[in-house]
């Protein structure tokens, strides 16, 4: 069946003034042009615990936060060659998201399966940040084509190739989904709502377990990041 | 005799084409679960994905940037020779990993568990796993690249006769369900379950009924075969699409192997083959020559032997 409503798609900086922000709605697809820069539990456990100075300027260089090790490697002349790059999943970094938006003024967190409302309203808002996941999960290959060049790579060698803090220069990036709002809203809490109401129906004929597991709950509206 | 040079250059052509080349009974059964879905941000999503695979193919770039963990799956025939033995065979598929890790590029993945040691090249302590099959007849060596993706959708529990189909339904569902929110288990899927053995050989029994049977492929049980059709739309019924937004696109296929288990239990593993359900396959033979194909074969009668020729002690046999 054709999809009667097409979701809306828009362009948007990695330096996005507060008014771009404000557009977005939950569902729009956006594409991205300008630098992001990969940082996740390698980068955070540095820059947040031992309190290591970022080696960019941030936000001025870019306000755009990758979860992200991207399939890349370097040459021997000191190049790179980036192929794919898809998000990782982003709920594990929530520990780290506050001292981060302080310390990195970041307004984009790009990553997969988003965080909870709960984030989005202690963290999020009042940083002026929204939060976009990466579609699929796993349009590498799309996203590749949306890397221009890879600018530089920083701390490669204290944190390896997967957790270095990549810099690349996007252009039309994307697709990537706006996953929360300005108000600190979830797309994905939206859809796993809807979803709530059929459950009972498609559990009817089964069963709980014989044997338990300690901390089970059969309240369905509960999600495993917590 | 089939020489180790050829082993090891046709391993770096499966890793490439497994991280490149979406197989193509995945790539119909997901064009079919497009075609049916309804749900908007389901739609786009797999509409993005159908542009993904050809992208990847006209870059020659991984479908996916992460690129998983490389595994191997080796079938020999019995009759099958390999220069330099069994041990030169495992130094060549580590050799190829690595190397294929760096020219096409993956994800350096793979880390010490508790000193996160990167080798930048997907070799390590135990990786890249690689597991062994035979078959009665042949001078062939089948090759199989998998890159299994993934942290979350898969799940293990003990369940007993007593649960029976109906608990055997509610994990499954459980499981979806769990890993299906926010996409985590990045479905639509081919999910494979085990079911039986001990705990180590029902997971494993699992991720091959995931990794290595294709789209469209049944257990040669009829009773089983009939459940993973009744699997398979029970999962597309729960209202989850991709990226677990309203729609009706979880499960691609599902596929369910067992092996036999202790009286008492009855264990099941559930497994996501995920968005880039990755596999590629080679069979070399004695005289040189080299078949590519993306069906595993694995599951063979021979896989699935169910007794031994055996002639049971005269006195037994009476006393029985």
Same mark, same amino acid.
């Given at each position: 069946?054709? !999809? !009667?409503?097409?979701?809306?798609?828009?362009?948007?900086?990695?330096?996005?003034?507060?008014?771009?922000?404000?557009?977005?709605?939950?569902?729009?697809?956006?594409?991205?042009?300008?630098?992001?820069?990969?940082?996740?539990?390698?980068?955070?456990m540095r820059a947040c615990e031992e309190g290591v100075a970022l080696?960019?300027?941030?936000?001025?260089? !870019?306000?755009?936060?990758?979860?992200?090790?991207?399939?890349?490697?370097?040459?021997?002349?000191?190049?790179?060659?980036?192929?794919?790059?898809?998000? %990782?999943?982003? =709920?594990?970094?929530?520990?780290?998201?506050?001292?981060?938006?302080?310390?990195?003024?970041?307004?984009?967190?790009?990553?997969?399966?988003?965080?909870?409302?709960?984030?989005?309203?202690?963290? =999020?808002?009042?940083?002026?940040?929204?939060?976009?996941?990466?579609?699929?999960?796993? %349009?590498?290959?799309?996203?590749?084509?949306?890397?221009?060049?890879?600018?530089?790579?920083?701390?490669?060698?204290?944190?390896?190739?997967?957790?270095?803090?990549?810099?690349?220069?996007?252009?039309?990036?994307?697709?990537?989904?706006?996953?929360?709002?300005?108000?600190?809203?979830?797309?994905?809490?939206?859809?796993?709502?809807?979803?709530?109401?059929?459950?009972?129906?498609?559990?009817?004929?089964?069963?709980?377990?014989?044997?338990?597991? =300690?901390?089970?709950?059969?309240?369905?509206?509960?999600?495993?990041?917590? | 005799?089939?020489?180790?040079?050829?082993?090891?250059?046709?391993?770096?052509?499966?890793?490439?084409?497994?991280?490149?080349?979406?197989?193509?009974?995945?790539?119909?059964?997901?064009?079919?679960?497009?075609?049916?879905?309804?749900?908007?941000?389901?739609?786009?999503?797999?509409?993005?994905?159908l542009e993904n695979y050809e992208a990847a193919k006209e870059d020659?770039?991984?479908?996916?940037?992460?690129?998983?963990?490389?595994?191997?799956?080796?079938?020999?025939?019995?009759?099958?020779?390999?220069?330099?033995?069994?041990?030169?065979?495992?130094?060549?598929?580590?050799?190829?990993?690595?190397?294929?890790?760096?020219?096409?590029?993956?994800?350096?993945?793979?880390?010490?568990?508790?000193?996160?040691?990167?080798?930048?090249?997907?070799?390590?302590?135990?990786?890249?796993?690689?597991?062994?099959?035979?078959?009665?007849?042949?001078?062939?060596?089948?090759?199989?690249?998998?890159?299994?993706?993934?942290?979350?959708?898969?799940?293990?529990?003990?369940?007993?006769?007593?649960?029976?189909?109906?608990?055997?339904?509610?994990?499954?569902?459980?499981?979806?369900?769990?890993?299906?929110?926010?996409?985590?288990?990045?479905?639509?899927?081919?999910?494979?379950?085990?079911?039986?053995?001990?705990?180590?050989?029902?997971?494993?029994?699992?991720?091959?009924?995931?990794?290595?049977?294709?789209?469209?492929?049944?257990?040669?049980?009829?009773?089983?075969?009939?459940?993973?059709?009744?699997?398979?739309?029970?999962?597309?019924?729960?209202g989850m699409g991709a990226m677990g937004f309203v729609g009706k696109?979880?499960?691609?296929?599902?596929?369910?192997?067992?092996?036999?288990?202790?009286?008492?239990?009855?264990?099941?593993?559930?497994?996501?083959?995920?968005?880039?359900?990755?596999?590629?396959?080679?069979?070399?033979?004695?005289?040189?020559?080299?078949?590519?194909?993306?069906?595993?074969?694995?599951?063979?009668?021979?896989?699935?032997?169910?007794?031994?020729?055996?002639?049971?002690?005269?006195?037994?046999?009476?006393?029985?």
């Amino acid at each position: 069946m054709e !999809s !009667s409503a097409k979701p809306k798609q828009i362009r948007l900086s990695t330096t996005p003034s507060v008014e771009d922000l404000a557009k977005l709605k939950l569902g729009d697809i956006v594409y991205l042009d300008g630098l992001i820069y990969t940082a996740r539990e390698g980068v955070y456990m540095r820059a947040c615990e031992e309190g290591v100075a970022l080696p960019m300027d941030l936000p001025a260089e !870019s306000a755009a936060n990758f979860h992200c090790s991207p399939a890349a490697t370097v040459n021997e002349d000191g190049s790179f060659k980036m192929g794919a790059v898809t998000a %990782t999943a982003s =709920f594990r970094f929530a520990k780290w998201i506050g001292e981060w938006f302080r310390l990195s003024g970041a307004r984009l967190i790009i990553g997969k399966g988003g965080m909870t409302s709960r984030d989005y309203k202690t963290h =999020f808002v009042p940083n002026n940040a929204i939060y976009l996941t990466t579609v699929g999960y796993g %349009t590498g290959a799309l996203l590749g084509r949306g890397i221009k060049s890879v600018k530089t790579l920083h701390w490669r060698k204290e944190l390896g190739l997967a957790q270095a803090m990549w810099v690349i220069e996007a252009e039309n990036m994307g697709p990537f989904i706006v996953e929360s709002d300005r108000d600190g809203n979830s797309l994905f809490e939206r859809e796993n709502a809807k979803i709530a109401k059929n459950l009972e129906r498609v559990y009817e004929g089964t069963k709980p377990a014989v044997l338990k597991r =300690f901390g089970e709950t059969d309240d369905r509206s509960d999600e495993v990041i917590g | 005799m089939i020489p180790i040079k050829l082993i090891e250059e046709t391993a770096e052509k499966l890793m490439d084409k497994a991280a490149i080349e979406i197989p193509e009974d995945y790539l119909d059964g997901l064009k079919t679960t497009a075609s049916v879905e309804d749900g908007d941000l389901s739609s786009f999503v797999l509409q993005a994905m159908l542009e993904n695979y050809e992208a990847a193919k006209e870059d020659r770039r991984a479908m996916c940037g992460d690129t998983g963990c490389p595994r191997w799956y080796v079938k020999m025939g019995n009759e099958a020779r390999i220069e330099g033995g069994p041990v030169a065979l495992e130094a060549a598929l580590r050799r190829a990993t690595a190397q294929a890790t760096h020219d096409i590029p993956l994800r350096p993945n793979r880390v010490h568990p508790l000193w996160r040691t990167d080798h930048d090249n997907n070799v390590g302590i135990g990786a890249p796993e690689i597991e062994y099959g035979f078959e009665p007849d042949g001078e062939w060596v089948d090759l199989i690249a998998v890159h299994k993706g993934g942290l979350f959708g898969t799940d293990y529990r003990m369940l007993f006769p007593s649960d029976g189909i109906a608990g055997i339904k509610r994990f499954f569902l459980d499981s979806l369900v769990a890993f299906g929110k926010r996409g985590l288990a990045c479905q639509p899927a081919i999910i494979g379950i085990g079911l039986g053995g001990s705990k180590d050989a029902c997971m494993v029994l699992g991720k091959r009924a995931a990794c290595l049977r294709t789209v469209g492929s049944r257990n040669s049980d009829p009773r089983i075969a009939a459940l993973e059709d009744e699997f398979k739309e029970l999962g597309n019924s729960i209202g989850m699409g991709a990226m677990g937004f309203v729609g009706k696109s979880m499960v691609v296929d599902c596929n369910i192997e067992v092996g036999y288990c202790h009286t008492g239990g009855m264990q099941m593993s559930v497994h996501a083959f995920c968005l880039s359900s990755r596999r590629a396959v080679a069979r070399l033979h004695a005289d040189g020559r080299v078949e590519f194909r993306t069906d595993p074969d694995w599951f063979t009668d021979y896989q699935r032997r169910e007794t031994v020729e055996w002639n049971p002690p005269q006195n037994q046999s009476k006393s029985a």
